[in-house]
C-alpha cells in the first residue's frame, strides 16, 4: 500500500514564526502536492512538485514556499506564519502514467497559528 | 480555472435509502475524482474516471464528459457510508494538482 506521511497531526506555532511541514511518501511517486482545507472554501492548491528540484505554484501560494530535495520528500514551509494559516494542511503524493492519477494523501496537519 | 460544483452540500438519509451526489465542472478535463473523508481528515481516493461508468461494491460513479457532469451512487446505505464526499477534476494536463468541489457531508442514520 502506498503511505504518505505527514510529520505533525497537530502543531501550534506563534504568529511570525518559521514553520517546516514535512511529508513523505514510499512509492516512489515522481508527483507531490500540497493542499491546505478550510471550511466551506474545501481543499486548495498550494504547491505542487513534478520531480526532485522541481516546483509549480498551484492556486494559493502566496505567503508560503517548498522544499524537494530527494524524491520521497516535499516540505511546505511558512517563513512568517500569520493567523490566516491556521488551517489543515493535506500532503498527496501520485504517478502520472498511463492517464492515470490516482492521488494518495497524508493524513493531515492541524496547524494552529496564534 | 475550473470551478467544481457539488449537490448537495449536506445530505442526511436513512440506512437502506439509495444516494445521489452531483457534480460538475466548467471546462474540459482529462479526469474526475470522487473521494472520501472521514472526521479525522484522511481522505480516500474512491474513484478516477474519464468516461463512462465504474462500480466498486456499493458506489456507483458515472460521468458524462460533454454535459461536464458526474454522480456518485450509493446503494443500500449504511452508517459506515457516513463522510465528506469530494469531487475533483484534473486538468487536461493531466500531472497537475486536483480542483475540488467543497464537498457533500453525507449522515446516514440508522
Known amino acids: 500500500d502506498v503511505k504518505v506521511t505527514q510529520s505533525s497531526r497537530y502543531l501550534v506555532k506563534r504568529t511570525g514564526e518559521k514553520v517546516f511541514l514535512e511529508c513523505v511518501q514510499d512509492m516512489d511517486h515522481e508527483n507531490m502536492f500540497w493542499y491546505r482545507q478550510d471550511p466551506g472554501l474545501g481543499l486548495r492548491l498550494i504547491y505542487f512538485?513534478?520531480?526532485?528540484?522541481?516546483?509549480e505554484k498551484g492556486d494559493i501560494p502566496e505567503g508560503y514556499s517548498v522544499s524537494r530535495e530527494k524524491k520521497e520528500r516535499f516540505s511546505l514551509i511558512l517563513e512568517s506564519a500569520s493567523t490566516n494559516q491556521t488551517s489543515m494542511y493535506l500532503c498527496?503524493?501520485?504517478?502520472?502514467?498511463?492517464?492515470?492519477?490516482?492521488?494518495?494523501f497524508g493524513a493531515g496537519t492541524r496547524l494552529s497559528v496564534l | 480555472k475550473n470551478e467544481v460544483e457539488q449537490s448537495p452540500q449536506n445530505l442526511t438519509a436513512q440506512e437502506g435509502e439509495f444516494i445521489t451526489i452531483n457534480c460538475s465542472y466548467s471546462?474540459?478535463?482529462?479526469?474526475l475524482h470522487w473521494l472520501q473523508q472521514h472526521p479525522g481528515g484522511g481522505i480516500v481516493s474512491l474513484f478516477m474516471?474519464?468516461?463512462g461508468k465504474k462500480k466498486h461494491g456499493r458506489l456507483i460513479a458515472t460521468i458524462n464528459i460533454q454535459e461536464k457532469h458526474s454522480s456518485l451512487h450509493i446503494t443500500a446505505s449504511h452508517p459506515r457510508d457516513s463522510a465528506v464526499y469530494i469531487c475533483?477534476?484534473?486538468?487536461?494536463?493531466?500531472?497537475?494538482?486536483?480542483?475540488f468541489g467543497k464537498g457533500t457531508h453525507l449522515i446516514i442514520q440508522p
Open positions: 512538485s513534478y520531480d526532485v528540484k522541481m516546483k
Open positions: 475533483a477534476v484534473s486538468p487536461s494536463r493531466g500531472a497537475d494538482g486536483l480542483t
Open positions: 471546462v474540459g478535463i482529462s479526469a
Open positions: 498527496a503524493s501520485s504517478l502520472f502514467a498511463g492517464g492515470q492519477n490516482i492521488q494518495y
Open positions: 474516471l474519464s468516461s
